[in-house]
């Protein structure tokens, strides 16, 4: 049976950088989807105060411009920490789809004896028993038909 454990850390972010980049994309456009429906609520929200109270917006309203502006810079460095959470989260799903990969293609050229080990807090750790649950069956059916 192989014990040989991964490395504590991972060197590079993007392992598997197709699937990393869909997950981050997946993420990155259902948070701005989020922040337009803010925005037009908020938008639409002021408009209708606005239209109620123009006496009382007219402050709000002469400020706008400054207002918006300083809004979307706030919008784009929480965009900026989105890609970058949504970079790292991604990197605890490719890490072991990639570590899996590695051990069924050294499956499939004969080492019956490889098992799937992932790092604490990597996702996948149930399959990653399963799978190693299998693998141990496996060999040891091998190992009974190699005795007879």
Do not use: W
């Not at 609520?41 to 706008?64: G, N």
């Not at 789809?97 to 604490?120: M, N, P, T, W």
């Not at 149930?126 to 693998?135: G, I, K, S, T």
């Amino acid at each position: 049976m192989s014990t040989q454990q991964p490395t504590a850390r991972r060197n590079t972010i993007f392992i598997k950088k197709k699937l990393q980049l869909r997950y981050m994309l997946l993420i990155f456009l259902s948070v701005l989807c989020g922040l337009a429906i803010m925005t037009f609520e908020l938008t639409a929200t002021l408009s209708d105060l606005f239209d109620a109270h123009p006496v009382l917006m007219q402050p709000v309203y002469d400020e706008f411009i400054p207002i918006v502006a300083n809004f979307f810079y706030k919008i784009m460095i929480y965009l900026l920490f989105v890609v970058i959470i949504s970079a790292f989260l991604s990197h605890k799903m490719a890490g072991p789809v990639y570590r899996f990969e590695q051990v069924c293609k050294a499956i499939a050229k004969g080492d019956f004896s490889q098992r799937v080990h992932l790092r604490r807090g990597d996702q996948f750790t149930e399959l990653q028993d399963d799978f190693n649950a299998m693998m141990d069956k496996v060999e040891e059916e091998i190992n009974k038909n190699k005795n007879k």
